[in-house]
């Protein structure tokens, strides 16, 4: 019953925000800190909704001004609720170009000044990845989930390279995101309040590298990363 109740909230309170949202975007279409406002208005209440006590240590992210590569842990589809109050300002992200038929979340998508990606058509993505270093110049940074898809599990997948290709190109800084695992834990059919930490790591730069230096620039991302969200793990077990 209580299941029920809050993905019926919830899908209420997914759509109010496609509408709202639609409005401001029309108004002020791909505004670069739309994404942020969007992120805002679906996570804030959702987070009350799925009674998430959200932790959020993201000192370096928003520290650091505008014009990074933010890489994050992809979780569930329920990753914009958790965190999307950590987006900093001038922040949009990559997606696939599928979203963008999602009716209302995918118009907001477009107007927030994401960039789609049609991963099928290795002409457009090439498209698509040139936008994203102009951007990147425009002072504005890029949030991409690196492991391309949606993993609940322990360890992190395999990093894809077009975030560190990007990084690279326009010699700007990669700032880890990491997310505990809060997926296999949630339950929508309890009243009980889970915590979820939400940690940015210090930016990791890419000045003077080249694309042969990207194999270990993944993997001491992913490192970082990995023992971020273990040390998170083992934070929360003690409490």
Same mark, same amino acid.
């Given at each position: 019953?209580?299941?029920?109740?809050?993905?019926?909230?919830?899908?209420?309170?997914?759509?109010?925000?496609?509408?709202?949202?639609?409005?401001?975007?029309?108004?002020?279409?791909?505004?670069?800190?739309?994404?942020?406002?969007?992120?805002?208005?679906?996570?804030?209440?959702?987070?009350?909704?799925?009674?998430?006590?959200?932790?959020?240590?993201?000192?370096?992210?928003?520290?650091?001004?505008?014009?990074?590569?933010?890489?994050?842990?992809?979780?569930?589809?329920?990753?914009?609720?958790?965190?999307?109050?950590?987006?900093?300002?001038?922040?949009?992200?990559?997606?696939?170009?599928?979203?963008?038929?999602?009716?209302?979340?995918?118009?907001?998508?477009?107007?927030?000044?994401?960039?789609?990606?049609?991963?099928?058509?290795?002409?457009?993505?090439?498209?698509?990845?040139?936008?994203?270093?102009?951007?990147?110049?425009?002072? &504005?940074?890029?949030?991409?989930?690196?492991?391309? &898809?949606?993993?609940?599990?322990?360890?992190?997948?395999?990093?894809?390279?077009?975030?560190?290709?990007?990084?690279?190109?326009?010699?700007?800084?990669?700032?880890?995101?990491?997310?505990?695992?809060?997926?296999?834990?949630?339950?929508?059919?309890?009243?009980?309040?889970?915590?979820?930490?939400?940690?940015?790591?210090?930016?990791?730069? &890419?000045?003077?590298?080249?694309?042969?230096?990207?194999?270990?620039?993944?993997?001491?991302?992913?490192?970082?990363?990995?023992?971020?969200?273990?040390?998170?793990?083992?934070?929360?077990?003690?409490?």
């Amino acid at each position: 019953m209580l299941y029920s109740l809050r993905m019926l909230l919830l899908g209420l309170h997914f759509l109010l925000v496609g509408g709202i949202g639609l409005v401001i975007g029309l108004c002020r279409p791909f505004n670069p800190d739309n994404s942020r406002l969007f992120a805002r208005l679906y996570s804030v209440p959702a987070t009350w909704l799925m009674r998430i006590r959200l932790k959020a240590e993201v000192g370096p992210l928003f520290d650091h001004p505008p014009g990074c590569v933010i890489v994050a842990n992809h979780q569930s589809n329920f990753d914009l609720f958790v965190i999307g109050q950590v987006v900093p300002k001038r922040t949009v992200a990559i997606g696939k170009k599928s979203l963008g038929w999602i009716p209302l979340f995918g118009q907001l998508f477009w107007l927030g000044g994401n960039v789609l990606v049609d991963r099928k058509n290795p002409y457009q993505a090439r498209k698509a990845l040139q936008k994203t270093t102009h951007v990147l110049h425009n002072d &504005t940074s890029i949030w991409i989930f690196p492991e391309g &898809t949606r993993n609940p599990d322990e360890h992190l997948l395999a990093f894809k390279k077009g975030a560190f290709h990007m990084a690279i190109e326009a010699g700007v800084p990669i700032v880890p995101v990491c997310v505990s695992r809060y997926a296999r834990r949630l339950s929508l059919n309890s009243w009980r309040r889970r915590t979820v930490i939400v940690r940015s790591l210090p930016p990791i730069a &890419t000045a003077g590298l080249s694309q042969r230096d990207i194999p270990a620039l993944i993997e001491q991302c992913r490192s970082q990363m990995q023992q971020c969200i273990d040390r998170m793990e083992a934070e929360l077990a003690s409490h």
